[in-house]
């Protein structure tokens, strides 16, 4: 860690109790909204023959029970063992108060107003919890809802609708997608744009008439089913799902600027003395009750000492983080909203994933989002059942 950032404070970890707490990312990635492996790892039914990362990913999974007698009973969510996740909020907590940290955890100031972690036994790995403020917070929220999915940005809508406009404001107005070669002649003109996937197929929005479900001939798609449907938009320079690099030649909007900014100042306890991070595409991942992200390695930039730049937004999650093989076991950790994850150098070689979030009250923990949201129902209404993961790249 000595080539890196000059100006740190490195921090002898001391034993404390604190590593664990009881409180409690296709040619789409997200084909199903249950456990989905990113990049299509082996099927396996026996316990036996899996890997220790997918044993580690069906301990967390979100399971039902199935003892219950009535149907009309509300189904309940298996309990698990929360006692060997990382809690690094407690272990900020502890530290503050004591400077004692978990056996294996590093403490290290980098120009920050709060501590960064590191874990001995994965180099190139760096947590900072509670970086975004709650104010940036909802700002990335409200982005990714609204600005990120926006054309020439892919989705994985693309593949069925084409370039879907202004999706989050069309289910705010209880829209529906509708096919128009087969739209009756009769529904209602207002439409919030015009769509084309490249092939003979157009779509457009119409307001969402009841009769829609009554016409067998019309295709048709609500804005909200697509909204809650949305796994994944692109930012920045295009991944190709399909061919699984970068594209250049496909169309895109540049990273905002405020967002390059952002991943600059954090990017900077991972990179090299004297280089700066550089922006360059972002995926943003979006995740509902019972979505995963399988374990994988992000291989495809060119320079992996530079960090892929996390940022956590909304309901709580388990981050599980392995080794270079399926074969190590991962660690598991919460992420938070506006908790910033980096892996630079060896930890881009880990494999890692999200096999839970929490959308429950007792668990999500997005009160303060909740608060500063009260007065924007829509966006409040999505996050409290939903993670956003934005995480940003330097491609070249």
């Known amino acids: 860690m000595g080539k890196f950032c000059s100006n740190r404070r490195l921090v002898v970890a001391k034993k404390s109790p604190c590593a664990s707490s009881e409180s409690s990312e296709c040619i789409l990635v997200f084909l199903s909204s249950r456990a989905v492996d990113m990049y299509g790892a082996d099927k396996v039914t026996d316990d036996t023959e899996r890997t220790a990362f997918r044993r580690a990913e069906k301990k967390y999974k979100l399971y039902y029970d199935q003892d219950t007698r009535?149907?009309?009973?509300?189904?309940?969510?298996?309990?698990?063992?929360?006692?060997?996740?990382?809690?690094?909020?407690?272990?900020?907590?502890?530290?503050?108060?004591?400077?004692?940290?978990?056996?294996?955890?590093?403490?290290?100031?980098?120009?920050f107003d709060y501590p960064i972690f590191c874990l001995e036994s994965r180099p190139g790995f760096y947590f900072i919890p509670g970086a975004l403020s709650i104010e940036e917070q909802c700002q990335w929220i409200r982005e990714s809802l609204t600005r990120f999915p926006q054309p020439p940005n892919r989705t994985n809508h693309n593949a069925i609708y084409g370039p879907i406009h202004d999706l989050f404001a069309a289910a705010k107005e209880k829209k529906a997608l509708v096919e128009i070669d087969n739209a009756p002649a009769d529904l209602d003109s207002g439409l919030n744009g015009c769509i084309s996937n490249g092939d003979a197929h157009r779509w457009k929005f119409y307001e969402e008439h009841g009769d829609l479900s009554r016409r067998k001939t019309c295709k048709f798609i609500s804005a909200l089913v697509l909204l809650r449907k949305l796994r994944w938009s692109t930012l920045g320079v295009q991944f190709d799902w399909s061919k699984r690099n970068y594209n250049v030649s496909l169309p895109h909007n540049k990273i905002p600027d405020a967002l390059c900014q952002l991943a600059k100042r954090m990017a900077a306890p991972a990179m090299p003395i004297g280089e700066e991070f550089r922006p360059e595409a972002a995926i943003v991942n979006y995740f509902g009750l019972g979505d995963t992200l399988g374990g994988h390695v992000d291989d495809m930039e060119?320079?992996?000492?530079?960090?892929?730049?996390?940022?956590?937004?909304?309901?709580?999650?388990?981050?599980?983080?392995?080794?270079?093989?399926?074969?190590?076991?991962?660690?598991?950790?919460?992420?938070?909203?506006?908790?910033?994850?980096?892996?630079?150098?060896?930890?881009?070689?880990?494999?890692?994933?999200?096999?839970?979030?929490?959308?429950?009250?007792?668990?999500?923990?997005?009160?303060?989002?909740?608060?500063?949201?009260?007065?924007?129902?829509?966006?409040?209404?999505?996050?409290?059942?939903?993670?956003?993961?934005?995480?940003?790249?330097?491609?070249?």
């Not at 006692?83 to 980098?110: N, R, T």
Request: proline letters at 4%.
């Open 70 to 111: 009535s149907s009309r009973k509300k189904k309940q969510p298996k309990r698990v063992d929360l006692s060997e996740v990382l809690d690094f909020k407690s272990i900020l907590d502890v530290y503050k108060q004591s400077g004692e940290l978990p056996s294996g955890v590093i403490a290290f100031q980098c120009g």
């Open 302 to 396: 060119a320079d992996w000492s530079k960090p892929i730049v996390s940022m956590s937004l909304g309901c709580k999650a388990i981050f599980l983080l392995g080794g270079k093989s399926r074969e190590d076991i991962p660690l598991a950790m919460f992420l938070r909203s506006g908790d910033v994850v980096l892996m630079a150098q060896d930890a881009r070689e880990c494999f890692h994933g999200v096999p839970r979030i929490f959308t429950d009250t007792e668990n999500a923990e997005i009160t303060s989002l909740e608060l500063h949201l009260s007065h924007e129902n829509d966006f409040l209404e999505y996050i409290r059942t939903s993670r956003i993961n934005v995480n940003i790249r330097q491609v070249f």
